[in-house]
Each structure stands twice: as structure tokens, then as C-alpha cells.
């Protein structure tokens, strides 16, 4: 394999997230869900207080190969608030090209964020999947995750568009 690094995303690499978000979304089937843009990517996450953070993958290509190096993941995480725990992490995406999965990358983008959460005086690390992405959840319960909605039996809301508005009075 090509030598990996994983690092804190700079505001350059906005359109290959925002190339990656897309792909995800597609393996997710919800192409037509993706509304972000690269300029609101910058915005929210390359401020003095951003929305969000981000990790990318970096491949460099092995001695003798003329392309220089290529993101090939991405992992989009932010601190919440428990009011049981305190300071949370929340991975909201975490993706790695099909082409470059079962390598580790992944592995590696889920271990930085966890020592982000150490570093930041986090209590929790916490993360969603789909219930079909077995793949994703054999991996996250390999690497110490509890499954909440097993566990617990927690399951997530979400109010959005006209349901905000009018939950708002707006």
C-alpha cells in the first residue's frame, strides 16, 4: 500500500470533501439529500469558531509514480453536550473510497478522533450508521463501540424544513 497520512483538513481540500460527501451520500442512496456547498464548507469549518472539524486520508504514491498525493477519506466531526456526561464528539461522516477500504484508513481517521476527544477532555465519542451498513458496524463494535439502539434502545429525531418552520412559528 501507498503510505497513508491522516490530517486536520485545510480549507483547500473543501472540494474534494465536498467529492467525497457526494460519493458517500451515493452509497447511502441519498444523492438528492446533498445540498452543501464547497463555499459553505469553507465558511463553517475554516472560521474562529467553526461548525465542524475535519480529518482527511492522504495517499502518497509509491517512488516513481508521477501524481503527488491524493485524499482518499474524510471524517467530519463537532463537540456536543451531555447533560448525563458532559463534552462529547460527534462523528457526523466518516468516509474511505471503496477502492481504498480494508486498509485501515478508517480505523485510523475513527482512533485520531477518539484521541481529539481524549485531548479535549471528552467523556464520549459517539457516531451513527445505517442498519444495512454492517460493514461499518462489525468495524465500530471491533474497535470498542457500544450499539446504543441494541443497548439502549435509542433512536434519533430529526425536525427539518417545513417542520422546523413551523415548530418555530417562522
Keep these: 500500500m501507498d503510505s497513508v497520512r491522516i490530517r ?8 474534494n470533501i465536498l467529492r467525497l460527501i457526494r460519493e458517500l451520500a451515493e452509497y447511502e442512496k441519498f ?5 452543501i456547498s464547497e463555499e459553505a464548507l469553507k465558511a463553517d469549518g475554516f472560521r474562529e469558531n467553526p461548525f465542524y472539524h475535519c ?9 516513481g509514480e508521477p501524481q503527488g498525493p491524493c485524499v482518499v477519506a474524510y471524517g467530519i466531526y463537532y463537540f456536543s453536550y451531555s447533560t448525563w456526561k458532559g463534552r462529547n464528539v460527534y462523528l457526523e461522516d466518516i468516509y474511505v473510497k471503496p477502492e481504498y477500504r480494508g486498509q485501515g484508513i478508517g480505523s485510523k481517521i475513527i482512533k485520531k478522533v477518539a484521541e481529539v476527544a481524549l485531548d479535549k477532555g471528552c467523556s464520549q465519542f459517539r457516531l451513527a450508521v445505517l442498519n444495512w451498513n454492517k460493514r461499518a458496524m462489525d468495524l465500530y463494535k471491533a474497535l470498542g463501540a457500544q450499539d446504543l439502539t441494541e443497548a439502549e434502545g435509542w433512536h434519533s429525531f430529526c425536525f427539518e ?7 418555530a412559528g417562522k
Design 55 to 63: 480529518l482527511v486520508a492522504e495517499i502518497f504514491p509509491g517512488p
Design 161 to 167: 424544513g417545513e417542520a422546523m418552520r413551523e415548530l
Design 31 to 35: 444523492s438528492n439529500q446533498v445540498k
Design 8 to 15: 486536520e483538513a485545510k480549507e483547500g481540500d473543501c472540494g
